[in-house]
């Protein structure tokens, strides 16, 4: 029998160094990043999330590789669990947090400020770019990472995996996340 810590995954060597150093290099038009409700639309509020991030659509030209690093990971994770199945990713999104950045306490639903299909998602997945960064750990229902550039996390989308990214206290710390639906 699993435990719910068991649909946590984490895999290494997931994310190429060259496309991890041109994804933190490139110069994209971030934004603050805001907290989104379904009531109130797309609202910054720092108490909730202090980081940039920008959304990367598939007239990018990394979104191939982007897409090809999703994949990859989505494979190790279906190996172990057969009844795993995608029908489709969202747009992804890199996360830029500077000294200070976080992302408080939350369960993942996804809303029209977002640009994306309102609804919960079956997963999450997280790509990690650098680890060059003091602070940031991401905590998943109460188990704590500290990735290393090129990993990725996936686990499931609903209320018994909260999650949340802890002060980065030195450095950036930069990641992508997309949703499988």
């Known amino acids: 029998m699993e435990k719910i ?22 110069q994209f038009d971030y934004q603050s ?41 989505i494979g190790k994770y279906r190996e172990k669990f057969k009844f795993f199945n995608v029908s489709r990713l969202t747009d992804f999104r ?7 950045g976080f992302m408080s306490n939350h369960v993942d639903n996804i809303h029209h400020s977002h640009g994306q299909q309102y609804g919960f998602p079956q997963a999450t997945i997280l790509l990690f ?9 991401i905590i998943i229902s109460n188990k704590k ?7 990725a996390i996936i686990f499931p989308s609903n209320f018994m995996y909260p999650h949340e990214v802890l002060k980065v206290t030195k450095g950036n710390r930069w990641s992508m996340v997309c949703w499988l639906m």
């Open 94 to 100: 890199i996360n830029r947090y500077g000294v200070g």
């Open 129 to 137: 770019l650098n680890d060059d960064y003091e602070g940031g750990e």
């Open 33 to 73: 990043s805001a907290y989104s409700t379904h009531e109130s639309g797309k609202v910054v509020k720092t108490d909730r999330v202090l980081m940039d991030d920008v959304w990367i659509k598939n007239d990018d030209e990394l979104y191939p590789n982007i897409k090809t690093s999703f994949e990859k990971a």
């Open 145 to 151: 990472f500290k990735p290393e550039k090129g990993s």
């Open 5 to 26: 810590s068991d649909y946590i995954q984490y895999y290494t060597d997931i994310v190429d160094d060259k496309l991890c150093w041109r994804l933190t290099n490139k």
